[in-house]
């Protein structure tokens, strides 16, 4: 997998609501109603990053969960990184 260029993850950030870059990071805090929420919704993102061989950073604050992330092998945002961010989004749904 390769790095996206400073254009490219600008151009793809357009597209996802409530991301950010923060160096060579993307990142999101979701909010649930409930802890038990935040921890399914953990769950649910871990069966999906295990599915794509990506796996975030993630924080777990009572009914806050932060996403992080980036692609180690590529040195920094891949398109992994945008299709697993997605992924998480489209679990809100």
């Known amino acids: 997998m390769s790095k996206l260029s400073d254009d490219e ?27 038990p929420a935040a921890l399914a919704f953990v769950i649910n993102v871990g069966f999906l990053a295990e599915a794509a ?5 993630i924080d777990i604050r009572y009914n806050k969960v932060t996403l992080s992330l980036t692609t180690h092998d590529a040195g920094g945002l891949s398109a992994k ?13």
């Open 9 to 35: 993850v600008e151009t793809r950030l357009e597209d996802l609501v409530g991301w950010a870059r923060q160096g060579d990071l993307i990142v999101k805090t979701y909010k649930m109603p409930s802890f």
């Open 53 to 57: 061989g990506h796996h975030p950073d």
């Open 81 to 93: 990184d945008f299709d697993l961010a997605v992924a998480a989004d489209d679990l809100m749904v």
